[in-house]
């Protein structure tokens, strides 16, 4: 049965009860669906060190890359902000793994959300396109 996208965000927002965010206390979850249908969550995990903590979004694409499941289809971000916004790591990470028809879901709630695509978010983005042999 394939969930359609409120069912989606709802999965993610009640994933940030999963974020590890003990410093900063913002939750942050994210979901990504693949093309082939899988679903992978992610959160936010802090670390005292904070150069080593890692973001929801990375920690959700790093399980579907992890799976060999490298298809983007949506990535859904949810936080604890009024749209909680890709940090810029995340989407120069984005950049690599995210076609040009994936979708970028920022939601606030089932009813409250906006979709991108990654030129939206990010362009002029630097991506494995600037490396091949001209």
């Known amino acids: 049965m394939k969930k359609d996208l409120k069912e989606l ?3 993610a927002i009640e994933n ?3 974020s590890y965010s003990p410093y900063s206390k913002f939750k942050v ?3 990504v669906l693949t093309k082939k249908g899988n679903i ?6 802090e670390n005292a060190a904070y150069s080593v903590t890692i973001c929801a979004e990375r920690s959700a694409l790093a399980g579907a890359i992890s799976a060999g499941d490298r298809e983007i289809d949506t990535i859904i ?16 990470f984005m950049a690599e793994f ?6 970028i879901v920022i ?19 630097f991506s494995k396109k ?3 042999e001209k």
Do not use: F, W
């Not at 992978?40 to 995990?45: C, L, M, P, Q, S």
């Not at 936080?79 to 120069?92: I, K, L």
């Not at 995210?98 to 979708?103: A, N, P, R």
């Not at 939601?107 to 695509?117: F, P, Q, W």
């Open 9 to 11: 965000i709802q999965i």
């Open 16 to 18: 940030k009860k999963n």
């Open 29 to 31: 979850s994210s979901l």
């Open 40 to 45: 992978y969550k992610g959160v936010n995990i």
């Open 77 to 92: 971000i949810t936080g604890d902000s009024n749209m909680t916004y890709p940090c810029g790591v995340c989407r120069q």
């Open 98 to 103: 995210l076609d040009s028809d994936s979708k």
């Open 107 to 125: 939601a606030n709630s089932v009813d409250d959300y906006k979709i991108y695509g990654l030129d939206d978010i990010l362009p002029y983005n």
């Open 130 to 132: 600037d490396l091949e």
